[in-house]
């Protein structure tokens, strides 16, 4: 392994593996470097892998719904040999039900006309016949199982939801980053995997390389920070936080698995589903389960991780209260009491929006801050990152001049400052997983 490169990608993680193929494409000799003995295996592996295209902001619904299209086109856009195993995208649709909390999808609704992004507006009548398990009746806010209001019904019921047909998820999100992995190497990539990254190295004021806890070092003028929950650390290695408005944090959350009520096969006639009036977002999980995230209702505390490394990895009492907020609204549905499911990290950033941008360290630059919802815009974002790298490294300053780009599928101009690390905070956002 030759210790220099064009740039070194900190991160073999969905976003990281995207990086890397595009960058290779364009002709950068790149060298990801990650911890693990496998790339995809950060919190990629234990993402939910749901591709969706409701946001609450403009710019987040564009890039969602340009984001849908690679996943559509997989084969194609990675062109890896015939008989390669690839990662299947699901194309099972998104119902989001109308609720005042996201102001009945209306603002939804108007993004998805101007981008023509199809869906249907379905009625109570509509959901009942698609998921005849379900129960309409209003349960919101969402409440802690000590409060003794827990499981009431609040009066009335759900009136409709949005679907949005094309959207879906992606069954193996640790395969589809190691696809994206072969694909970069296919065009000259390199990755070296179980290499713990300590330290950055600079050199007359600019990015030269990386240090490996082996004391190792790695040369490369350009070095892009891609750690997923790791990012404020080697954020502060590189010294880059001071002209940052915004920060990022790691933030440990818990998944659900629970087999699907007896007599109704999710797998095959369910779909993903937001829900904010109990605060769950679900989907289909294989052996006809149903894995069940939180939407991350103000009552429930954050658990915020100060070390990546070392979290507590066990399920908590969250398992059972996003499992019995799930049982409010599928009365038949049985709660084991083997808990399954995953406990992992989002990186989150202070308005749940990403970070794509360079830093105050000329030749370092981060996509980082994916708030629990960037799994799907992998691939553009790379494709992003890609053009702002090259647009920077020859001479533009995309601090005063954002890099004009355009979203290809769509054939959409984006504003690359929206995910500027010297932004306001963005009070549009849902300061939620919904991004
Ligand atoms: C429970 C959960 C559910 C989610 N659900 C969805 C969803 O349904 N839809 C959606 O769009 N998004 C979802 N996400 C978010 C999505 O998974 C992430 O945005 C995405 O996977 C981030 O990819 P990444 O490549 O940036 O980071 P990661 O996959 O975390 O990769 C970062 C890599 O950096 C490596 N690394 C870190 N520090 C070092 C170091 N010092 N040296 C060397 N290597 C290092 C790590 O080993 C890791 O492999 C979810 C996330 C979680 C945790």
Same mark, same amino acid.
């Given at each position: ?5 064009d740039a070194i ?12 193929? #595009? ?21 990629? *592996?234990? @993402? ?8 609450? &902001? ?25 008989? =390669? ?27 998805? $006309? /101007?981008? /023509? ?56 999100? *640790? ?6 992995? /072969? ?12 290499? %713990?990254?300590?330290?950055i190295l600079t050199e007359g004021g600019r990015v030269r390389g ?9 040369h490369a003028p350009v070095v892009v920070n ?9 954020n502060?290695?590189a010294g880059v936080?001071d002209d940052? =408005? ?15 009520? #007896? ?39 954050? /658990? ?20 019995? $907020? ?12 083997? =808990? ?17 941008d360079k830093s105050s360290l000329p030749g370092f630059y981060m996509?980082?801050? &994916? ?15 890609? #053009?702002l790298i090259a647009y920077c490294e020859a001479g533009h300053d995309h601090d005063q ?20 690390r ?5 009070? %549009? @956002?849902?300061? @939620?997983?919904?991004?």
């Amino acid at each position: 392994m030759s210790e220099t490169a064009d740039a070194i990608i900190i991160g073999t993680g969905v976003i990281g593996a995207a990086l890397a193929f #595009e960058m290779a494409k364009a002709g950068w000799k790149t060298l990801s470097v990650d911890r693990n003995t496998q790339s995809g295996h950060g919190s990629t *592996a234990g @993402s939910c892998a749901i591709i969706r295209m409701h946001y609450s &902001t403009h710019d987040g619904t564009a890039f969602a719904w340009e984001g849908y299209h690679y996943w559509r086109d997989w084969k194609d856009y990675l062109g890896l040999p015939e008989g =390669t195993p690839l990662a299947q995208f699901r194309e099972v649709g998104c119902l989001v039900m109308k609720t005042e909390a996201n102001g009945f999808l209306e603002k939804h609704m108007l993004h998805s $006309r /101007e981008f /023509e992004c199809p869906f249907e507006e379905w009625t109570a009548e509509d959901i009942t016949r698609r998921l005849p398990i379900y129960s309409l009746d209003r349960y919101g806010p969402a409440k802690r199982l000590d409060d003794p209001a827990f499981g009431q019904p609040t009066g009335g019921a759900l009136g409709g939801a949005v679907f949005w047909p094309n959207g879906g998820y992606v069954n193996d999100p *640790a395969l589809s980053a190691q696809n994206l992995t /072969e694909a970069a190497r296919q065009h000259g990539a390199r990755v070296l995997l179980r290499a %713990e990254v300590t330290g950055i190295l600079t050199e007359g004021g600019r990015v030269r390389g990386v240090k490996l806890a082996d004391g190792r070092e790695l040369h490369a003028p350009v070095v892009v920070n891609v750690a997923g929950p790791a990012s404020s650390k080697i954020n502060a290695m590189a010294g880059v936080l001071d002209d940052m =408005t915004i920060k990022t944090r790691a933030l440990r959350q818990e998944v659900v698995h629970v087999p699907a009520p #007896e007599g109704f096969d999710f797998e095959a006639d369910g779909m993903i589903i937001s829900d904010s009036d109990i605060s769950c977002y679900c989907r289909p999980e294989h052996g006809n389960h149903i894995l069940i995230g939180s939407e991350d209702p103000e009552c429930d505390p954050h /658990e915020w991780v100060e070390d990546d490394m070392a979290y507590n990895r066990d399920f908590t009492d969250q398992w059972s209260l996003q499992a019995q $907020r799930y049982g409010q609204r599928v009365p038949s549905l049985g709660i084991p009491s083997q =808990t399954r499911g995953v406990v992992d990290l989002y990186d989150v950033s202070s308005d749940w929006i990403p970070i794509y941008d360079k830093s105050s360290l000329p030749g370092f630059y981060m996509a980082c801050g &994916t708030s629990g919802n960037q799994y799907k815009n992998a691939p553009i974002a790379g494709k992003m990152m890609a #053009e702002l790298i090259a647009y920077c490294e020859a001479g533009h300053d995309h601090d005063q001049t954002p890099l004009p780009f355009r979203l290809p599928y769509i054939d959409l101009e984006t504003n690359v400052g929206f995910y500027s690390r010297k932004r306001p905070v963005n009070a %549009e @956002s849902s300061f @939620s997983v919904l991004g």
